[in-house]
């Protein structure tokens, strides 16, 4: 089993900035894929961002150029720069930890970012 816990959730007003960051711990392996999805009310959950043991990031279109990922892979962390924050991107938002090897996912229990205008 691998436990995901995200911190860095918060209330702030359009423009400004949050930092997102996400640790697995527990039966962790190489390769894997970490990575962060929002989730709107009575919706899916939508990729934000991932990035792979290798370093290769993927990013939703509406995030990029404003929303950095990175990792590091000897804490199994990964974190999630956001900036230039709009309304638009209040949700509640996820971490991910996808062990490519066995072929399962693990999910934190979410942190809220809110973003007024």
């Known amino acids: 089993q691998v436990q995901v816990v995200e911190s860095g959730g918060g209330l702030v007003q359009a423009g400004g900035s949050l930092r997102l960051s996400c640790a697995a711990s527990?039966?962790?392996?190489?390769?894997?894929?970490m990575g962060w999805y929002l989730q709107a009310p009575g919706k899916e959950r939508e990729l934000v961002a991932t990035i792979s043991t290798g370093g290769n990031p993927n990013y939703a279109d509406s995030v990029k150029g404003r929303f950095t990922i990175s990792r590091d892979n000897a804490k199994n962390t990964v974190s999630l720069q956001m900036n230039s924050l709009k309304p638009e991107d209040t949700h509640v938002y996820y971490c991910r930890y996808r062990d490519t090897y066995y072929g399962r996912d693990f999910w934190g229990q979410g942190t809220q970012v809110t973003v007024s205008s």
């Open positions: 527990g039966s962790t392996f190489s390769p894997n894929v």
